[in-house]
T-cell receptor
Framework: GESVGLHLPTLSVQEGDNSIINCAYSNSASDYFIWYKQESGKGPQFIIDIRSNMDKRQGQRVTVLLNKTVKHLSLQIAATQPGDSAVYFCAENGAAGNKLTFGGGTRVLVKP | KAGVTQTPRYLIKTRGQQVTLSCSPISGHRSVSWYQQTPGQGLQFLFEYFSETQRNKGNFPGRFSGRQFSNSRSEMNVSTLELGDSALYLC??????????????FGPGTRLTVT
């Protein structure tokens, strides 16, 4: 069945450094991926998305990379700030409609 | 523009009871999806409603049900509550329904505790 997984539960990063969060997915038919950020007490917030016909997409301070060969997704955050401290989830929208399959999440802690 | 609102924000119920949670999507949005978030299972899709019809359903028992009204507001119901139903229930709304077509906006969630 479909699954999207993360293997790094916690990432501690110095303020100003770059962060990289990784995600593996198992459904080779997946063609649309999203990264979400969830802060304490809030629902997930959309960060950036990418379709399978792309390898890279950039946003403001964030870059998502997609490697379809090894079914791997990553989120890079440039110049990490204290406000970036949160749990980050990758998700796949592989079924009809809006059904999302989420990875397990990575907590990012930014040290001042 | 107001975001997705969920009521109540916190709820405590006893095993065997039932509960109804409410979600008001962003104005103009016609799709509402529900997710369960727990420390052990993470974020899991429950169901999606679009134009008052259930579009997708996740792998949850029949105790979990939902509906959508003509104004796009949605409710989910859990009957015969079990301890394992304790979770954060999240609602997400989007303009439409289509694989990879519409950004989803999440509400703050309802924290359900079953004792």
């Amino acid at each position: 069945g479909e699954s999207v997984g993360l293997h790094l539960p916690t990432l501690s990063v110095q303020e100003g450094d770059n962060s990289i969060i990784n995600c593996a997915y198992s459904n080779s038919a997946s063609d649309y991926f999203i990264w979400y950020k969830q802060e304490s007490g809030k629902g997930p917030q959309f960060i950036i998305d990418i379709r399978s016909n792309m390898d890279k997409r950039q946003g403001q301070r964030v870059t998502v990379l997609l490697n379809k060969t090894v079914k791997h997704l990553s989120l890079q955050i440039a110049a990490t700030q204290p406000g970036d401290s949160a749990v980050y989830f990758c998700a796949e929208n592989g079924a009809a409609g809006n059904k999302l399959t989420f990875g397990g999440g990575t907590r990012v802690l930014v040290k001042p | 523009k107001a975001g997705v609102t969920q009521t109540p924000r916190y709820l405590i119920k006893t095993r065997g009871q039932q509960v109804t949670l409410s979600c008001s999507p962003i104005s103009g949005h016609r799709s509402v999806s529900w997710y369960q978030q727990t420390p052990g299972q993470g974020l899991q899709f429950l169901f999606e409603y679009f134009s008052e019809t259930q579009r997708n359903k996740g792998n949850f028992p029949g105790r979990f049900s939902g509906r959508q009204f003509s104004n796009s507001r949605s409710e989910m119901n859990v009957s015969t509550l079990e301890l394992g139903d304790s979770a954060l229930y999240l609602c997400a709304s989007s303009l439409g329904s289509g694989r990879g077509s519409y950004e989803q906006y999440f509400g703050p969630g309802t924290r359900l505790t079953v004792t």
